[in-house]
């Protein structure tokens, strides 16, 4: 079935530090890709999403490639800041529709 | 805010005991996604309703049901509940066309703890 890995955390960095969060997916089909983020005591939110091979998805300064070949959806900042700090999930939807999600990645940055 | 509200917003209740849970989609949304988050499990997703009609099921139990009314709303129902069924249940709810990639909005969920 579907399934989606994503690198362990808890992850700490410092601000302005960079973020790479890796995930990698196995799923039948072309499926759509999205990376979730949750922060404290609150529901999940949209950061960003690609439907096909190659696509990019940015928002916030956070961008994720979708690599067919390497079935990867890597997200990744540039200059992270303490607001940045939350769960972050990787998750695929295929013809289905549902959300199969990773393990979440806990990404605490300090000032 | 993501247009999907859940009610209410925490629940505490005793072992065996049943409980329902409200979500209400956003407007235009005819999905509706129950997921169950949990430490030991994570995020999983347990049943899709699309306009009334159940769509899909997941690792939902037999003693959870849900139903998606005339309104569009929906409401997950679980029973006997045991101690590990505490955990954060979300809602969330998308437009679903074909296509698309399918975008789902997440409500702000409802804390369960049975003890």
């Known amino acids: 079935g579907d399934s989606v890995t994503q690198m362990e955390g808890p992850v700490t960095l410092s601000e302005e530090a960079f973020l790479t969060i890796n995930c990698t997916y196995t799923a039948t089909g072309y499926p759509s890709l999205f990376w979730y983020v949750q922060y404290p005591g609150e529901g999940l939110q949209l950061l960003l999403k690609a439907t096909k091979a190659d696509d990019k998805g940015s928002n916030k300064g956070f961008e994720a490639t979708y690599r067919k070949e390497t079935t990867s959806f890597h997200l990744e900042k540039g200059s992270v800041q303490v607001s940045d700090s939350a769960v972050y999930f990787c998750a695929l939807s295929a013809a289905d529709y549902k959300l199969s999600f990773g393990a979440g990645t806990t990404v605490t940055v300090r000032a | 805010d993501s247009g999907v509200t859940q009610t209410p917003k925490h629940l505490i209740t005793a072992t065996g005991q049943r409980v329902t849970l409200r979500c209400s989609p956003r407007s235009g949304d005819l999905s509706v996604y129950w997921y169950q988050q949990s430490l030991d499990q994570g995020l999983q997703f347990l049943i899709q309703?699309?306009?009334?009609?159940?769509?899909a099921k997941g690792n939902i139990l037999e003693r959870f049901s849900a139903q998606q009314f005339p309104d569009l709303h929906s409401e997950l129902n679980l029973s006997s509940l045991e101690l590990g069924d505490s955990a954060l249940y979300f809602c969330?709810?998308?437009?679903?066309?074909?296509?698309?990639?399918?975008?789902?909005?997440f409500g702000p969920g409802t804390r369960l703890t049975v003890l």
């Open positions: 969330a709810s998308s437009v679903e066309h074909s296509g698309g990639a399918n975008e789902q909005f």
């Open positions: 309703y699309y306009n009334g009609e159940e769509r």
